[in-house]
Every structure is written in C-alpha cells, then in structure tokens.
C-alpha cells in the first residue's frame, strides 16, 4: 500500500479505517518512547510495531474494543516502544459515524507521564478551587 504525507488528521464524517505509518529514526537516542493518541473517544485505534517485516507488537484499543485493553493516562491512549533497528509504526484509527480528528505523535515517555501529571494537578486545583467557591457561596 502507497502511503501519502499528510499535515494533521482530520477526515470529516467517515466510516473508513484510516492508517498512519511512522517509519523510526533515532529519534529518542535508544531511549523508550511512546506513540501518543490524544482523544481517546476513538472508535478503533490500532498499534503495530514492525520490525524487519513481521509485527512484533501491537494493541489494539479504543472503544470498541473491551475496556480492559484501554490504557489511558488522563486524556490520552498510549502504545510504548523499545527502540530497535528497522522499526516501523503503523497506526489504524476509525471512527463509527462520528467525526475523525486525532492528535498523533510521538514522545519520550517520561515527558509524556510530566505532562499528564501536571495536567492531572491543573484539573484538581481547579476542581477544589470551584469546590470551595460552591461552599461559601
């Protein structure tokens, strides 16, 4: 299958799987990393990691697939890589009559768990700051 750059994901109103190929560097100097999905309200979202032609990882997730499989961290689906020779990602998303925009990247994997903390600690601040406007009021 041919493959076509594209500059963000956002394809409307469509029934259809789309894939997504992230042919690995080193990006992250050996370094673990993690494939990021930022919405998780996708219908069907999955991870291969291919190397030297056979598919030696993959997880399939998203809401349609059974909850246990749906690692979330905050706002976010992830797929963690080993770094090694001849890598390649290929990431297959659809969407069950809604709209399809997802934010896909890639990110070391301790930067990403900084900013799911921080966010995490955003949300809380805030919830209690309404918590206890709501009191004295």
Request: net charge neutral.
């Amino acid at each position: 299958t041919d493959f076509t750059p594209v500059n963000g994901l956002n394809f409307g109103y469509n029934p259809s799987a789309f894939w997504v190929k992230f042919p690995l560097k080193n990006y992250f100097n050996g370094q673990p990393f993690c494939v990021v999905a930022r919405h998780p309200t996708v219908w069907a979202l999955d991870f291969y990691l291919v190397q030297n032609d056979s598919v030696v990882a993959e997880k399939l997730i998203g809401l349609s697939r059974p909850r246990r499989n749906n690692e979330i961290l905050l706002d976010r689906y992830f797929f963690e890589v080993q770094p090694a020779p001849n890598q390649t990602i290929y990431v297959r998303l659809q969407e069950a009559g809604a709209s399809l925009h997802n934010e896909i990247y890639l990110q070391q994997k301790w930067d990403m768990h900084r900013e799911a903390t921080i966010a995490a600690m955003l949300y809380y601040i805030s919830a209690g700051a309404v918590l206890v406007l709501f009191i004295y009021m």
